[in-house]
């Protein structure tokens, strides 16, 4: 998984894709009236000017090269902000890995002794960053060769933050995944996957592992750490549910977590409970009210549980399965004591998607990000005036934590000309201040300025988008143009330093980053309208967007180029069987045949959202006349495709079909795929293989043979 999988992480509604996408975006807005969410909105801030003169063009590696960041964590007394800087690591000549290892940066002297410093270096890093309550310890999730029966499983370590060595305090048999401090600091919760038996382990020695498709094998429960008694305890247990996410009560004394009967992607039935740790008594806190409930948050007052709610208005199918629904989650709160939920989703102030919130440490006001047009912005919901604020506006900014006494808070923040980078502010977000500067050497490339775009659609909906320039841009002059469509649809272009886009932007490319009706951060009218309309408006959205750029004089008519990842990538086979503008085109990951994908995707309910249900006589031909590959005879575009030999998401079938349909027709046409591989291309040499290949075919095909990278050329003779 690479940089783009942080995008996706916060985002909360699952899509066809690893990204939001987490591609590039600009800074200036033209905000539309017919889909304006926020009263008072924030100026815009202005265009983000790009850098030419005295730099260099990326290289391949230079963009694979780029750190991220992520998990931001100030300490309980403001002074400390810990943080994961994620990069590759050569720990063998011509082996490359991608590990995560542990920073720490004061909060008021970043550029004197308290400059960043990293303090974990594990053989196979570390994550999942934490401060203990009273701030003495950090804690992290690692693998590290140790003594312990378990040592080769991801096991939970702490380190005193006045110096010393780290040492893990879990030897449990199937490694922590989410864990949590109780507020006291005397435990810690944990979630791990049931253990297998010693018969399960023995015929998995000798392969005798046959697997029976959808059929539920693994749980995943709670567990409880004891510090002082050094051991770790089952508190939930059984084969009714497996443990998603929870929250500690103040107390310590009861937990909320939210579970679901399977761990299937398509699985909607994730509920809410409360488990008494005294008693042992397991409580539902929500009525039966079809819908998924996740993400629960205790107040620091113990008076309130607040939990995301998407409302489900279809039936159950006799799998006890439906659809998913193409709606925004609601912010739901529970009342502790008079077990009453209020739903306090407000569309008239917030017609947005919410996923998971912060609590302000004096439980007055709730703090979360969401995907909001261009932008990944953190909005408040204040408990006493029952009101929707934006606090944070111009970049992609995601939340971290609180000081103990909420005067600070520490968040990470991007955009277009600058990657990720860790700051902190004060609680409304009025006076940020860059501690970090994890990518200096991107100051040496040459970027390309970026500024928001709108466009009518033919029928006159307003369409937003970001139009990357050329780093060598001279007005008048028009350039080759590369249209990049997110995934999804329920996904966004959002402001987020994308390398990859910058590689072509310094090559003299234009790139457009159309967000069509589907996309996310424009309301739940717009999320729903492709519904059932995959090719339609979405479509015809995307063409109208490069036809603004022709008109603007910026794109040359005759030099486009297209691609798209997942559902851009069934955009691009669509795109190419339906319109011949394109000299180019890369579909990755993409769908091409709408009913074979139905029932080989791991989200089959995803997918009939937004075809009336599933394949039957009567939607049978919606799904066929919308498949790229039903109009394969009329594809004239070279296109180039890229596949996942383990994508569950989108199956490799979808790229076969649809190479075997253009081959056997005489198109140009070629297919790569990338063994072990699943939705996105997570290792060294597929990345570099997948950017220079993508480069070199739309630019040969666009530009000429002699457009090609250097290095692909040599390697050609």
């Known amino acids: 998984m690479h940089r783009k999988a942080l995008v996706t992480c916060l985002v909360g509604i699952y899509f066809l894709s690893l990204s939001i996408a987490g591609h590039v975006s600009g800074a200036q807005t033209s905000e539309p009236a017919s889909t304006s969410q926020q009263g008072d909105r924030p100026p815009a801030p202005a265009a983000i000017p790009g850098t030419a003169a005295g730099k260099h063009a990326p290289t391949l590696e230079d963009v694979i090269n780029v750190k991220s960041t992520y998990q931001a964590k100030i300490s309980p007394d403001g002074r400390w902000v810990l943080f994961a800087v994620s990069g590759w690591e050569t720990p063998k000549p011509d082996t490359h890995e991608q590990r995560s290892h542990l920073w720490l940066v004061s909060a008021t002297d970043p550029t004197g002794d308290g400059a960043p410093r990293q303090i974990t270096f594990g053989e196979k890093g570390e994550s999942s ?11 992290f999730v690692a693998v590290r060769t140790v003594p312990g029966e378990n040592a080769d499983k991801p096991q939970l370590y702490i380190m005193r933050t006045d110096g010393g060595e780290a040492w893990p305090i879990t030897d449990v048999k199937s490694g922590v995944g989410q864990y949590a401090w109780s507020k006291d600091g005397s435990r810690i919760a944990f979630v791990m996957a049931d253990p297998l038996s010693k018969e399960e382990e023995e015929k998995q020695k000798r392969k005798d592992d046959v697997r029976v498709f959808e059929e539920v094998q693994a749980r995943s429960h709670l567990w409880i750490f004891d510090i002082a008694a050094k051991a770790a305890s089952q508190i939930t247990s059984g084969k009714e549910f497996i443990v998603k996410s929870f929250s500690w009560a103040p107390s310590g004394q009861r937990i909320a977590f939210s579970a679901a009967p399977t761990a299937m992607a398509r699985d909607e039935r994730d509920v809410v409970y409360i488990f008494d740790l005294t008693s042992k008594a397991l409580e539902r806190i929500s009525s039966t009210t079809l819908g998924t409930e996740s993400a629960p948050e205790w107040s620091p007052d113990g008076k309130t549980i607040a939990y995301s709610f998407r409302p489900n208005p279809f039936k159950k199918d006799p799998e006890g399965f439906t659809p998913r629904p193409i709606v925004n989650a609601h912010l739901m709160l529970y009342d502790v004591a008079t077990k009453e939920t209020r739903d306090v989703y407000d569309p008239t102030s917030f017609d947005n998607d919410f996923s998971r919130a912060t ?3 004096d439980s007055k006001r709730l703090v979360f990000g969401t995907s909001h047009r261009v932008y990944y912005d953190v909005f408040e919901y204040d408990i006493t005036t029952r009101k929707y604020r934006e606090l944070s506006h111009g970049d992609s900014t995601f939340m971290g934590n609180f000081s103990r006494d909420g005067s600070r808070v520490a968040f990470v923040r991007s955009n277009v000309t600058s990657p990720a980078d860790v700051y902190v502010s004060d609680p409304e977000f009025k006076s940020p201040v860059k501690l970090t500067d994890i990518n200096p050497q991107v100051r040496e490339w040459r970027l390309g300025e970026a500024e928001v775009v709108t466009w009518k659609s033919k029928d006159g909906w307003e369409i937003e988008g970001v139009l990357i320039k050329p780093a060598n841009y001279e007005a008048g002059t028009r350039y080759p143009m590369l249209t990049d469509v997110h995934g999804g649809p329920t996904g966004a272009h959002a402001v987020w330093f994308d390398a990859d886009h910058q590689f072509w932007a310094a090559r003299g490319w234009a790139v457009l980053l159309p967000n069509p009706r589907g996309s996310t951060g424009y309301g739940e009218k717009f999320m729903r309208g492709n519904i059932p309309d995959w090719g339609g408006g979405d479509y015809r959205d995307i063409m109208a967007g490069v036809d603004a750029a022709v008109a603007r004089g910026i794109a040359d008519p005759d030099k486009l180029a297209e691609m798209g990842w997942s559902y851009g990538g069934y955009m691009t086979s669509w795109i190419v069987s339906q319109t011949g503008r394109f000299k180019a085109a890369r579909m990755g990951a993409g769908l091409s045949d709408l009913y074979g994908m139905y029932g080989t995707t791991d989200i089959p309910n995803y997918i009939a959202s937004f075809f009336n249900g599933a394949p039957t006589a009567k939607t049978l031909a919606l799904y066929l006349e919308r ?25 490799v079938s979808q790229a076969m079909e649809f190479y075997r349909a253009l081959k056997e027709r005489g198109k140009t046409v070629e297919l790569v795929l990338f063994p072990r591989e699943e939705h996105g291309n997570g290792e060294w040499y597929h990345r570099l293989d997948q950017l220079r290949r993508e480069y070199n075919w739309i630019a040969k095909y666009t530009l000429g043979e002699s457009a090609q990278l250097p290095e692909e050329k040599k390697a050609e003779k």
């Open 129 to 139: 960053p934490d401060w203990s309550p009273e701030g003495k310890f950090v804690s």
């Open 627 to 651: 498949s790229g590959i039903t109009y394969a005879d009329r594809v004239t575009t070279p296109l180039l495709i890229m596949h996942g030999e383990q994508d569950y998401r989108v199956p």
């Open 359 to 361: 609590w302000a440490p």
